[in-house]
């Protein structure tokens, strides 16, 4: 059974470092993007989201509400394919009661047919790669501030081994003029239980952005994202991307980000009709992993 745990050691190395590009030992997937927008966008709104996402990368964005008629309740549902037959998977929803609001998302993701050998040759076997991610946040209004914190539950399962811990988000956003958003958060601040009596770093970030919105006649809109993530375990994730809207119904999105081994430029788009909200989002690949594609429903009341 010795030389089959080595193996399972050493193939966990490669596949962090496919995610990570950073040197992390797991729990990955809080890297990789939650939502179609976002990810068309580069990662460059991610601090300043104020979909129910936020409560993983920016838990303040829980307090600006995506419709200002509205009863302030959303629901989404996020799908992500990525490499090597990864899937992600994501349930959140929001809540909003006066200058308050809360709000709660789920995350699953699996990597199927891993394969196993202990000797050259065919392999012996497979197994999955799973993680599991609940998060749950609050956030306030203070005048042209909202500020937020949320908590996370993580697992991860590789084969029979797993870890489990527990992890702190927090952040503000902050208006200084109109049509000036600013944003600052800190993340996956906490710790995990050793897999394979090996310690388990998490991807603990610093990231900051701000955005501008311009106005073209009554209908249309552009808005500019700039945004810089530092990762604790090492390296920096710059990136830009620009949303153009035709009123509430149509998005064309497309970002650019540096500091990913893996993807740069992406490309998106958005439809709403009512309170219905559908967004797609699509990354090539590079090193021939093929593209990535995420679908979000989402549901603003």
């Not at 990570?20 to 927008?37: C, D």
């Not at 749950?136 to 209004?141: D, E, P, T």
């Not at 500019?224 to 604790?232: D, L, N, Q, R, Y």
């Not at 920096?236 to 064309?252: D, F, M, R």
């Amino acid at each position: 059974m010795k030389p089959v745990i080595i193996v399972f050691a050493l193939l966990c190395l490669p596949f962090a470092d496919a995610f990570s590009q950073a040197g992390s030992a797991g729990f990955q997937v809080l890297r990789l993007g939650y939502s179609a927008r976002d990810l068309s966008l580069a990662g460059s709104a991610d601090v300043l989201t104020n979909e129910p996402i936020a409560v993983f990368l920016n838990p303040a964005g829980l307090a600006s509400p995506q419709s200002s008629n509205g009863i302030g309740l959303d629901f989404m549902l996020t799908h992500r394919t990525y490499i090597a037959g990864t899937s992600i998977d994501l349930f959140g929803t929001r809540f909003q009661a006066g200058s308050t609001a809360f709000g709660t998302s789920l995350l699953l993701s699996s990597v199927p047919d891993i394969q196993v050998r202990t000797v050259p040759g065919p392999p012996q076997g497979t197994f999955s790669a799973k993680d599991f991610v609940w998060a749950g946040g609050i956030a306030r209004k203070f005048g042209n501030w909202d500020v937020g914190l949320s908590a996370m539950f993580l697992y991860e399962k590789l084969f029979v081994y797993e870890s489990t811990g527990f992890a702190f988000n927090g952040g503000v956003q902050y208006v200084p003029v109109e049509n000036v958003d600013l944003g600052l958060s800190a993340g996956n601040i906490g710790g995990t239980t050793a897999m394979i009596s090996q310690s388990i770093a998490l991807p603990t970030f610093v990231r900051a952005g701000a955005s501008y919105k311009k106005y073209v006649g009554s209908d249309f809109s552009i808005t500019g994202f700039a945004s810089v993530t530092s990762f604790k375990s090492g390296g920096t994730s710059p990136g830009i991307g620009a949303e153009v809207s035709y009123g509430n119904y149509l998005k064309l999105r497309g970002g650019y980000s540096t500091g990913d081994d893996l993807s740069g430029f992406s490309f998106g788009a958005g439809v709403a009709y009512n309170f219905i909200r559908f967004d797609y989002s699509y990354i090539p690949l590079k090193l021939d992993f093929g593209n990535s594609q995420t679908f979000t429903l989402s549901f603003v009341l």
